[in-house]
């Protein structure tokens, strides 16, 4: 598939207040390592020349994302202690691929790939 394409039709599942296009963003509740985790995420993406989403909310289920990767269509989920159930429940309601990233281990491009 062509990459503008893929781009564009992950931007359409996404609502469109949230369509902030290769901009990190983060919450008053999510811990230092949690920001960092995501900020190494994007930075990498970045350096691959991919476009990515942060905190984006897709619709129609209101679910939201830590980092979509808009030219692999995978959604990268970083996770503190959240309870394994709860990641099972995430991934099943994700409309993408969803791979899981622990914000308290050390960042490698493997965790992306």
Known sequence: MNKQIQ???????????????NVLRWGSGETDAHITMK???????KEW??????????????????????????????HNTEPDDSLVRKSANYPLEVRFVDANAEFSEEMLL
């Open 39 to 45: 900020f190494n995420i994007c930075k990498k993406l």
């Open 49 to 78: 020349g991919h476009e990515f989403y942060t905190e984006a909310i897709f619709e129609p289920s209101g679910l939201r994302a830590d980092v979509i990767d808009a030219d692999t269509g995978v959604v990268y989920e970083v």
């Open 7 to 21: 781009r564009n039709n992950i931007s359409r599942m996404l609502r469109t207040s949230n369509r902030n296009r």
